[in-house]
Structures are given as structure tokens and as C-alpha cells.
């Protein structure tokens, strides 16, 4: 199935942007998201994207992230624009063979690949 790596993630202050990016997101059958988790809590769903291109957001995050694959150079990224204090977390990439959409998108067991994660630091 492959391995899905991430890149993008730094130190930002906020109102700043940053671009993260999954490498090895290879298939137009996956459905794929990014999760974030912070120490102490559950990994929580930010941005999903189903085979067919339709997308999902959490509430906190619309109208500031996008969730972006590029075929071409099978990569997944996160657009992440306006960016605020409680951004701050290790964001993860997920991919699951899902062949069209997952009735659970928030759910992280629905995923069956994961990335080691990249850590975004939102500062005043």
C-alpha cells in the first residue's frame, strides 16, 4: 500500500500561512485526510477528500484550509491560510483504499495508512 511521508510543517506566527504536503498518495481510488493531534487528546479530522474529489472540513478549520491532491506528482496537501493559536499540533496524513467515499471520514480506524506526521507551531 505504501507509505505516506509529510513535509511542510514549521513555526508560524498567527494570521501566517503554511503548505503541508503528503508524498506517496498514489491512487485516484484512494480517499485520503489530514488529522492533527495535540498531547492529551484524540487525533482530531481537519480536511478530508473522497476518491471523486469531494471534500470535507471541520468547522474550525473552513474557510482557512484547503485539501488539495495532485495526481500528477502524487502528492496531498494542506492548505493552511489564517492560521491560529489552537492550529498548533502534529498534523498527520491519512489514506485509506476507499474506492469512492468513507461513511466516517472523522474517524481515524476508517484509514488504513498514516504518515509520521509533521509538527506546525502557530505563535502571537
Known amino acids: 500500500q505504501g507509505q505516506l511521508v509529510e513535509t511542510g510543517g514549521g513555526s508560524v506566527q498567527a494570521g501566517g500561512s503554511l503548505r503541508l504536503s503528503c508524498t506517496g498518495y498514489?491512487?485516484?481510488?484512494?480517499?485520503g485526510a489530514w488529522f492533527r493531534q495535540v498531547p492529551g487528546k484524540e487525533r482530531e479530522g481537519v480536511a478530508a477528500?473522497?476518491?471523486?474529489?469531494?471534500?470535507d472540513y471541520a468547522d474550525s478549520v473552513v474557510g482557512r484550509f484547503t485539501i488539495e491532491r495532485d495526481m500528477r506528482n502524487n502528492v496531498l496537501h494542506l492548505h493552511m491560510n489564517n492560521l491560529k493559536l489552537e492550529d498548533t499540533a502534529m498534523y498527520y496524513c491519512?489514506?485509506?483504499?476507499?474506492?469512492?467515499?468513507?461513511?466516517?471520514?472523522?474517524?481515524?480506524?476508517?484509514?488504513?495508512?498514516w504518515g509520521q506526521g509533521t509538527q506546525v507551531i502557530v505563535s502571537s
Open positions: 491519512a489514506a485509506d483504499p476507499c474506492g469512492g467515499y468513507l461513511q466516517r471520514v472523522w474517524d481515524a480506524n476508517e484509514y488504513d495508512i
Open positions: 498514489r491512487y485516484r481510488t484512494y480517499c
Open positions: 477528500l473522497d476518491s471523486h474529489g469531494a471534500t
